[in-house]
């Protein structure tokens, strides 16, 4: 599903994004904007937990500069769904694990929403 994942850019299904993205286990992808760059709040968390996934899939960027706030954190898991929050490179892995286990094991993608920073 997510080919790869390098500093600036990442590429699903074989096409490359060059801006924060929302990957969602429909294999869509959409913009990922936030109010603050660095900042992933319960605003920025919104839409993606109206899908009503399964888990979510937080990429805090190559660093991990980017930080989810208590508020986002408590917003996700208060509704029942399961929170993984790491630097890009290992949420990309992360997101990939999971949709492909949940296929071999239950014989559907689980739902799943990766939202990923892609720079710093």
Same mark, same amino acid.
């Given at each position: 599903m997510i080919d790869e994942y390098h500093f600036g850019s990442i590429t699903?299904?074989?096409e490359t994004y060059?801006?924060?993205?929302?990957v969602f286990w429909?294999?869509?992808?959409?913009?990922?904007w936030r109010k603050e760059s660095h900042i992933i709040d319960v605003e920025d968390v919104v839409e993606a937990v109206e899908l009503k996934p399964e888990s979510i899939v937080i990429g805090t960027g190559a660093s991990g500069m980017a930080k989810v706030t208590e508020e986002a954190?408590?917003?996700i898991e208060g509704r029942g769904?399961? &929170?993984f929050i790491?630097?890009?490179e290992q949420a990309?892995?992360?997101f990939n694990v999971r949709k492909e286990e949940s296929l071999e094991e239950e014989g559907r993608p689980e739902k799943v929403i990766? &939202?990923?920073?892609l720079t710093c």
């Open positions: 699903v299904n074989g060059d801006h924060d993205v929302e429909t294999e869509e992808v959409s913009d990922w954190k408590k917003f769904i399961k &929170l790491d630097p890009t990309v892995k992360t990766g &939202l990923f920073h």
